[in-house]
């Protein structure tokens, strides 16, 4: 059974806090994809990696950053949390750069005070 | 304009109706058409996908899609309790080496017992 685990379900951090958001996939999937998902404004894609080390911003990356060590493991990073990234996270992978099938983590629910 | 538009609901139906959900869209450039489903506290999973324009069913589900009118649909036949989840409907298109994917803000089901 294919699996995308993160680290947090709910986290609540204060404003100008550094934030850590941990996603594990067990599929070897070359690819990886971070999103936040808002009402009303669907799911909206941050940044992603095809490799380990190698990154490409997404629509959305202002106030955000990733890390890639492993080919597994894909963090996502708030350098100064702020009250307008309250939203919930979804870590996704796929085997394909271009695969219309992506399989997604539960999601990490963030909220800024 | 939002390139995918979709009614958020909620759409309450007693067991056994026949569910429609739409989206619309205006990038004609978009070739492959998907829906995915989002239980409450879990992450999208695909549940359909077709390529241009036409039908694809499977089981009491079956996916349609007009590209002349850049309309999808999804309708779920003896729609059951289990099938209340949030349906997403996503779209892309590969063109010179780039891949673009976007997703719906999802329409909300709920099917009453």
């Known amino acids: 059974d294919v699996k995308v685990t993160q680290s947090s379900r709910y986290l609540v951090k204060r404003t100008g806090e550094k934030v850590f958001l941990e996603c594990v996939q067990d599929m070897d999937h070359e690819n990886m994809f971070w999103y936040r998902q808002d009402p009303g404004l669907g799911l909206r894609l941050i940044y992603f990696s095809y490799d380990v080390k190698m990154k490409e911003k997404g629509d959305i990356p202002e106030g955000y950053s990733v890390s890639r060590e492993k080919k597994e493991r894909f963090s996502l990073i708030l350098e100064s949390a702020s009250t307008n990234q309250t939203s919930m996270y979804l870590c996704a992978s796929s085997h394909g750069l271009y695969d219309n099938e992506q399989f997604f983590g539960p999601g990490t629910r963030l909220t800024v005070l | 304009q939002k390139e995918v538009e979709q009614d958020p609901g909620p759409l309450s139906v007693p067991e056994g109706a026949i569910v429609s959900l739409n989206c619309t869209y205006s990038?004609?450039?978009?070739?492959?058409f998907m829906w995915y489903r989002q239980y409450s506290r879990k992450g999208p999973e695909l549940l359909m996908y077709?390529?241009?324009?036409g039908n694809k069913e499977d089981g009491r589900f079956t996916a349609q899609v007009d590209k002349s009118s850049k309309y999808i649909s999804l309708f779920i036949r003896d729609s059951q309790p289990s099938d209340s989840a949030t349906y997403l409907c996503a779209m892309s298109y590969t063109m010179d080496s780039s891949y673009k994917l976007i997703f719906g803000s999802g329409t909300r089901l709920l099917v009453r017992p």
């Open positions: 990038n004609s450039a978009f070739q492959y």
């Open positions: 077709t390529y241009s324009s």
